[in-house]
């Protein structure tokens, strides 16, 4: 069985600092991790995926996050963050190379930007 | 439209009574999910579809039923509502198979029991 922890569930920052959400993973296979964004009223969409390769992964809107096998972490970074960043993000886990590929997520993680 | 719908968007149900949640995918992706969106739990998958007449359980899914007849469709029904299954439900597809791994997700429906 897989799951994922989202260490944070509010993450309050000034506009134009960085930050960090912070996403832990346990899975008994290789696995494909992946962070969302949710809007207000509105659907998920996907933010960046790391599949396999270069352990840091660049996504849309200036986020990326690092893969960090040993440390089981898929923790998710924007150096300078906009008001606009507000919203829930979401990691997810599912399973690579084989025959699950259904997603597991955290709780979420809500992202306040104040100016 | 391409991409994913659900309908309706906002449901209004009584206790006891049967409603059946909407999906449609228009890219023919081969996995099709349903989550629920409760706060403090995240998002819970219901039921899943590998394929056409091809459903499995989820984390929670008492209280619900799923068919595929279709590649396209994967109506959600719940059978007896109950107050508990307020929430916000969102339809998912993907297909790894062909290099879509990220699930791309409706909309959702905000349903209601009262």
């Known amino acids: 069985a897989q799951s994922v922890t989202q260490l944070d569930s509010q993450v309050p920052v000034f506009e134009e600092a960085p930050v960090e959400l912070r996403c832990n993973y346990s899975?008994?296979?290789?696995?494909?991790l992946f962070w969302y964004v949710q809007y207000p009223n509105q659907g998920l969409q996907l933010l960046l995926k790391?599949?396999?390769?270069?352990?840091l992964v660049k996504g849309i809107n200036g986020f990326e996050a690092e893969f960090n096998k040993s440390q089981t972490s898929f923790h998710l970074r924007k150096p300078s963050v906009h008001i606009s960043d507000t919203a829930e993000y979401f990691c997810?886990?599912?399973?690579?190379?084989?025959?699950?590929?259904?997603?597991?997520f955290g709780k979420g993680t809500l992202l306040t930007v104040n100016p | 439209d391409a991409g994913i719908t659900q309908s309706p968007r906002y449901k209004i149900t009584e206790t006891g009574r049967q409603v059946t949640l909407m999906c449609h995918q228009t890219?023919?992706?081969?996995?099709m999910f349903w989550y629920r969106q409760d706060l403090g739990h995240g998002l819970r998958l219901i039921y899943y579809?590998?394929?056409?007449?091809?459903?499995d359980k989820g984390e929670v899914p008492d209280g619900y039923v799923v068919s595929r007849s279709k590649t396209e469709n994967f109506p959600l029904t719940l059978e007896s509502a109950t107050r508990s299954q307020t929430s916000v439900y969102f339809c998912?597809?993907?297909?790894?198979?062909?290099?879509?791994?990220?699930?791309?997700f409706g909309q959702g429906t905000r349903l209601t029991v009262v």
């Open positions: 998912a597809s993907s297909d790894p198979f062909w290099g879509t791994t990220e699930a791309f």
């Open positions: 899975s008994s296979v290789s696995v494909y």
């Open positions: 790391y599949l396999s390769g270069s352990t």
């Open positions: 997810a886990v599912s399973g690579g190379g084989g025959s699950n590929y259904k997603l597991t």
């Open positions: 890219w023919s992706h081969s996995y």
């Open positions: 579809s590998a394929a056409a007449d091809i459903t």
